[in-house]
C-alpha cells in the first residue's frame, strides 16, 4: 500500500508539471497578441516558474522512494496530459498519429510498471 501511494504522488506531481507547458502557451499567447505590455504574460510566467519550483521540490521526494529508472518511464506520461489540456484548453485536434503515439507511451508505462 505504501508504494501505491508513492505511485500515486510520482503521477500528482507529474500532472502538476504538466501545467507548466499550459502557462507556457498561454504566455506565448499574450505575447502573441499583446506583446511585452501584457501583465498576463508577466502572470503566467510567474506561474511557470512556481509550478517548477513545486515541481522540483516534489521531485526530489518521490525519486527518494521509486526507482530512478521507473520514475523517469512514468514520468513520459507527462505526454498524454499535455495533450488532454491542449484539446481541452486550447481547443487543438489530435491527430491519429497523436494518439498512436500517447497509447504507445502508455502500453510502455505499463510494460516497465509491471517489471518493478
Known sequence: MKNAKNYILLH???????FTGVFSKAASEQFKLYGLKSYLLYLFLGLMFLNCMIYAVIWQKVIKKIDLSVAYANKTVYLIWSQIWAVLLFNETLSVRNIIGLILVF??????QRYE
Open 107 to 112: 502500453i510502455g508505462v505499463l510494460v516497465v
Open 12 to 18: 500528482l506531481n507529474i500532472l502538476i508539471f504538466s
